[in-house]
Nanobody
Framework: QVQLVESGGGLVQTGGSLRLSCAAS????????MGWFRQAPGKEREFVAG????????YYADSVKGRFTISRDNTKNTVNLQMNSLKPEDTAVYYC????????????????WGQGTQVTVSS
C-alpha cells in the first residue's frame, strides 16, 4: 500500500509558475515509477508527466513539454512537478500516482493515487 498526498496547487496568472509536490508513504518509494495526471471539468483524466524509479527517464505529454519538469527524491519519498509558463488550459485538478510497472502514459497502469490538488490559471 502506498499513500500519496499532493500539495502546492493554487491560483496563478497566465505565464506564472507553480511547483506541485507529492509526498509518499508506505512501501519502498523507489520501487515505483511515478506520474502526474490532471483532470479538467467534464474531461477525462490525462497524462501530464512520468518519471522512472531511478529518475533516469522522464516522460511528458506534448502539451506540457518544455514547460513542465518532473523530478523525484527517493531519499525524501517525494515527486515534484515544476510548472512554468502556465496557460489557462492547464487549469485542472492534478493527481500524483504510483506505478509498479515501467509504463507511464496510461491511467490504468497506475495503482495508487493521491486526492488531487487544484491548479487554476487565470487569463
Amino acid at each position: 500500500q502506498v499513500q500519496l498526498v499532493e500539495s502546492g496547487g493554487g491560483l496563478v496568472q497566465t505565464g506564472g509558475s507553480l511547483r506541485l509536490s507529492c509526498a509518499a508513504s508506505g512501501r519502498t518509494f523507489s520501487s515505483y515509477a511515478m506520474g502526474w495526471f490532471r483532470q479538467a471539468p467534464g474531461k477525462e483524466r490525462e497524462f501530464v508527466a512520468g518519471i522512472s524509479r531511478s529518475a533516469g527517464g522522464t516522460y511528458y505529454a506534448d502539451s506540457v513539454k518544455g514547460r513542465f519538469t518532473i523530478s523525484r527524491d527517493n531519499t525524501k519519498n517525494t515527486v515534484n512537478l515544476q510548472m512554468n509558463s502556465l496557460k489557462p488550459e492547464d487549469t485542472a485538478v492534478y493527481y500524483c500516482a504510483a506505478n509498479p510497472r515501467n509504463n507511464y502514459y496510461n491511467v490504468y497502469d497506475y495503482t495508487w493515487w493521491g486526492q488531487g490538488t487544484q491548479v487554476t490559471v487565470s487569463s
